[in-house]
Nanobody
Framework: QVQVVESGGGSVQPGGSLRLSCAAS????????MRWYRQAPGKQREFIAQINNSGWTTYAESVKGRFTISKDNAEKTMYLQMNSLKPEDTAVYYC??????????WGQGTQVTVSS
């Protein structure tokens, strides 16, 4: 059974940085695409960024130039480096993983709070 776990959330002041991690664990699978989403209170979950095994990346306009997604294929781990954070980046950040066994999995989420 594949499990997906996010880590690295926390509280930071505007202009600060955080690095989120997403680890997919289990046996008999590999990852195809890994994505980050976020959901702020009272809002719908929104797409942030994605990366595939070739390293091809896509970003939402709201984070382009500030966030960087990366991936360690061997470790089945994805990262999100978040710089120049703004209060509007406050949300629960979720990892989504599409596996070679055609499972579409979500983590439990990690809270990011940007406040002075």
């Amino acid at each position: 059974q594949v499990q997906v776990v996010e880590s690295g959330g926390g509280s930071v002041q505007p202009g600060g940085s955080l690095r989120l991690s997403c680890a997919a664990s289990g046996t008999g699978f590999n990852t195809i695409t890994m994505r980050w989403y976020r959901q702020a209170p009272g809002k719908q979950r929104e797409f942030i960024a994605q990366i595939n095994n070739s390293g091809w990346t896509t970003y939402a306009e709201s984070v382009k130039g500030r966030f960087t997604i990366s991936k360690d294929n061997a470790e089945k781990t994805m990262y999100l480096q978040m710089n120049s954070l703004k209060p509007e980046d406050t949300a629960v950040y979720y990892c989504n993983v599409l596996t070679t066994t055609l499972e579409d999995l979500w983590g439990q989420g990690t809270q990011v709070t940007v406040s002075s």
